[in-house]
């Protein structure tokens, strides 16, 4: 109850506060090319029930035909998309999510079924047994993620069988350790990645 309430509060101060912001935001991304503000992509959430996640469009809007993984320097990336994601500012959406109560402020990133198909039953239902998270432990340890994946000669294998397995068991690690504290822990730690960057 009080980790819902903490988020209810956040996100809608957040929401609040970067308003003005997100329409900044939004009319850049309406000028630097054709498409949508936002992105709306399935993703799987708490129980394993899907929901359409919000995040500002970063990419050109046929990028998904080519691929689910961002790949280093992304030839899909607009110019207005590589500043929001170096900043993480396109996770801004999902304060909406939180809102709704399809994720929480600190929670296991949601992954798309696709991958969430490679999930190992024994780490399945403990990941999904909490709402998932514009932020987590695994987020901040992968947060070079792409940059990896650039490095690897066959990037979805490097994915699947490397950094995945290695984000589940940081994810199942947060699940049975969840508190207000930890999540604030997390919040603080996610903040200070995002002021020095």
């Known amino acids: 109850m009080a980790k819902r309430l903490f988020d209810l509060i956040a996100a809608g101060l957040g929401l609040a506060l970067l308003a003005l912001p997100g329409l900044l935001v939004a009319l850049a991304i309406k000028l630097d090319s054709p498409g949508p503000v936002f992105f709306r992509q399935e993703r799987v959430g708490r129980g394993g029930r899907p929901f359409r996640i ?5 990419m050109r809007v046929d990028a998904e035909r080519q ?3 961002t790949v280093g320097a992304d030839a899909r990336i607009t110019r ?5 994601r170096a900043h993480r500012l396109d996770e801004l959406p999902q304060l909406i999510d939180v809102l709704q109560g399809t994720m929480s402020l600190v929670g296991p990133r949601p992954e798309v079924p696709r991958y969430v198909a490679h999930y190992p039953a024994a780490l399945k239902d403990v990941v999904l047994s909490v709402r998932p ?3 987590d432990p695994a ?3 992968f947060r070079n993620e792409s940059a990896q994946l ?3 000669a066959d990037p979805e294998r490097e994915y699947i069988d490397v950094i995945l397995p ?9 699940a049975a350790h969840a508190s207000l504290w930890t999540d604030l822990g997390v919040v603080l730690r996610s903040l200070r990645v995002l002021l020095t960057r």
Do not use: E
Not at 80 to 84: D, R, W, Y
């Open 166 to 174: 290695a984000k589940l068991a940081c994810a199942a690690d947060y």
């Open 54 to 58: 919000h995040k500002f469009r970063t």
């Open 150 to 152: 650039a490095a690897a």
């Open 133 to 135: 998270g514009i932020t």
């Open 80 to 84: 207005v998309g590589a500043f929001l």
């Open 139 to 141: 987020s901040l340890r």
């Open 67 to 69: 691929g689910q993984l």
